[in-house]
């Protein structure tokens, strides 16, 4: 399966976040926790220089926390600072101080050079889809308004003060998905990240039911009660569509429509939470 999608303007995308790089202390990366490889892009550590990270394996809630703690301690391997999060008010309490925590050493960096101390900045960037509007939702509505233009900044960017002593730019960094292996285009369209225009659901989800079975025996044969495994993909989608009464007219079962909601139950964590990609092992 090769699926391979730029987003149009990959190059203006490059040159805006560099731009908005320069204005911030700490980046927020958001990654999907289900698939933490594919989900990021090896491009943006060579935009970041010394600039401090964090990476965010979002969506957490649809992940498995025993492997989004693996991910976590393999990061930890890597000196990268990461933490499994769920994009919902409640659940980014925490980030704030994170964020501080992190940035301090920017501020020590400053007041050495006998600079003003000012709030420090922070930026949420990643692929589409991974939840970076969401988690600045989340964060904002715990905090207060916005402080509007400031002066040097890409015009139309807003800073938004989260604590007396932090702002974050309301705009996430767009990144694009970069497929360094044959799976991650696979990878992104079963998680949701990239557009269906671009992919055949009926082959990926082919594809995903063949990984299911290896990957979880028995789950969707418990799920979905008419399903027998021990068959080809196809014949399974088509148990699958018939149970879902999606039929053509004339009867047949609708095969593409059947994998789509396959795909769409994975998404909603119908079928639990499963993580797609494993941690190297840590030697
Ligand atoms: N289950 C779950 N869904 C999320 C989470 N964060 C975002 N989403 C959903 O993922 C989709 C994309 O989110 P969005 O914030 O627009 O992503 P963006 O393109 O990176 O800004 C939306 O349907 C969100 O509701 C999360 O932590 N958990
Ligand atoms: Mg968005």
Known sequence: MDIQWYPG???????????????????LEVRDARIPVSSGNPDLAELLGNKKRIILLNKADLADGKRSQEWVNYFAGEGIKAIAITARPGDVKHLPSLIEETASETERRRR?????????RAMVVGIPNVGKSSLINSVIKRSSAKTGDKPGVTRGNQWVRVRPDLEFLDTPGLLWPKFSSPETGFFLAVTGAIRQE?????EVAHGFVDLLVER????????????????????????????????????AVDEEKAAIRLLQDYRKGKLGSLTLEQPPDIE
């Not at 995308?13 to 700490?26: C, G, H, I």
């Not at 050495?112 to 420090?120: E, L, N, T, V, Y």
């Open 112 to 120: 050495k050079k006998g600079m003003a101390p000012r709030p420090k």
């Open 9 to 27: 303007h990959m190059a203006k995308a490059k040159r805006l976040l560099r731009e908005q790089l320069k204005l911030v202390d700490v980046v």
């Open 216 to 251: 979880w025996p028995g789950l969707l044969a418990q799920t979905y009660q008419v399903v027998e495994e021990r068959q080809p993909a196809h014949e399974i989608l088509i148990a699958l569509g018939k149970k879902w009464g999606l039929l053509r007219a004339g009867g």
């Open 198 to 202: 671009v992919y055949d659901p009926v």
